[in-house]
């Protein structure tokens, strides 16, 4: 294409295409410092900061480096080598089998263990070499580099978030620095298999680990507030009991759930403690309306303020969690009422028509010989 543009004595177009292969050019030759051996290599490069640590791994595959990933780890206990030892078991598992070699920053303990370990899961040798030259070494000076950036951009991280925090925090005059947020969305079908789901965000990010699901045992007609006062006294309840709560809890409704949450953050005497804020749906032109205590019209904030659509984010992850529980209450259901009726299906045979057919949809299409033939039924079943 460059000489093509040349002949037509398009020039400028000729110079992009020349600077084009030029990248080209750098980029595979960077890639071409390791493939002359054409292994499957995992490269671990480690480098610690004051009291965390950072890892980076690369991928060689074919010789040829294919990707990358990094851990940053805050506070981990224990020296370096026992350290990357953990952190390579538990990295690598059945689903996620280890290469032939690993290229290890240096010798760490109980490594013929792990080699026999490593072995297991992949059903193959596999080799942990500390390389002090040559490729090899190249590769670990590659995967050191990466492990120190992650502090760099672990920096950037937190000073994004703390900009953020404050201009939360100032925004919607919260007592509190929302460090740890938690938002609950009341679901339910028409009153039915009614759940509220409770997630949790931290310094930005989601903490998985702490999302909590809570089956409604009260109510059984859609009573919106009352679902929500059962699930906030539970919630409070164990929070006061293992002391972690919320700097701010993020409600999703409007002037009446955040009245449910005051009277029950009042019963448990909280209110100075964890602040409070209530986001309704944006209504036609309206946009996304916020909430206070003590405050009689809503905060709006302009469409593409950070704080909103965070805020947003947040709600929004409460709904998909607890339209994902939903789906699963809906599933158990259909496989309970339409197959636990029947005389002669037990817990086992279920499983064993499912294991064996693989859906219940297929399970409702067999024809008798089929069913039969699926162990633990036979013919007269």
């Known amino acids: 294409k460059m000489a093509q543009a040349a002949d037509s004595l398009a020039f400028e177009k000729a110079a992009l295409f020349r600077d084009q292969i030029k990248g080209l050019t750098r980029t595979i030759e960077h890639q071409a410092v390791v493939a002359e051996h054409h292994l499957d290599q995992d490269v671990f490069g480690l480098h610690r900061q004051d009291a965390s640590v950072g890892v980076a791994l690369l991928f060689v595959r074919g010789g040829m480096i294919t990707g990358a990933q990094s851990f940053f780890l ?7 080598d026992s350290l990357l030892a953990q952190t390579i078991l538990l990295y690598y598992s059945g689903e996620r089998q280890p290469p032939r070699e690993l290229l290890l920053p240096f010798g760490i ?4 263990l792990i080699e026999e370990r490593l072995a297991e899961l992949r059903e193959g040798p596999v080799t942990l ?3 002090q030259r040559g490729k090899r070494m190249q590769l670990m000076q590659m995967a050191e580099t990466n492990a120190a950036q992650i502090f760099s951009e672990q920096a950037k991280k937190e000073q994004s978030w703390e900009t953020l925090a404050t201009t939360l925090q100032g925004k919607l005059r919260l007592a509190n620095r929302p460090d740890t947020i938690e938002c609950l969305d009341i679901s339910n079908l028409q009153g039915k298999q009614a759940v509220g789901s409770l997630v949790c965000f931290v310094q930005g990010d989601k903490a998985a680990k702490l999302y909590r699901h809570y089956r409604i045992k009260s109510q059984d007609t859609p009573d919106d507030y009352a679902m929500m006062r059962e699930v906030l006294e539970r919630r409070m309840a164990k929070g006061v009991e293992a002391d972690n709560l919320p700097d701010l809890l993020l409600l999703d409704g409007g ?13 448990f005497d909280l209110l100075h403690q964890v602040d409070l804020v209530a986001i309704a749906k944006e209504k036609a032109e309206e946009g996304e309306k ?23 984010r947040i709600r929004d992850e409460a709904h998909r969690f607890g339209i994902t529980f939903h789906r699963r ?26 294991q064996t057919l693989g859906s219940f949809k297929r399970v409702t299409e067999a024809g008798v010989e089929e069913l039969a033939a699926v162990p633990g039924i036979g013919t007269e079943l």
Do not use: C, W
């Open 129 to 131: 070499l500390a390389p």
């Open 290 to 312: 916020l909430f206070r205590p003590g405050r009689k019209n809503p905060i709006l904030l302009p469409a593409h303020s950070p704080v909103l659509l965070y805020l947003m």
């Open 329 to 354: 209450l809906r599933g158990k259901e259909q496989l309970h009422s339409q197959l636990d009726t029947i005389e002669g299906i037990g817990p086992k045979r279920k499983q064993q028509l499912l």
């Open 74 to 80: 805050a506070d981990p206990l224990g020296e370096d």
């Open 255 to 267: 002037k009446g759930q955040l009245q449910v949450a005051v009277d029950v953050l009042a019963q």
């Open 109 to 112: 303990e109980d490594q013929q």
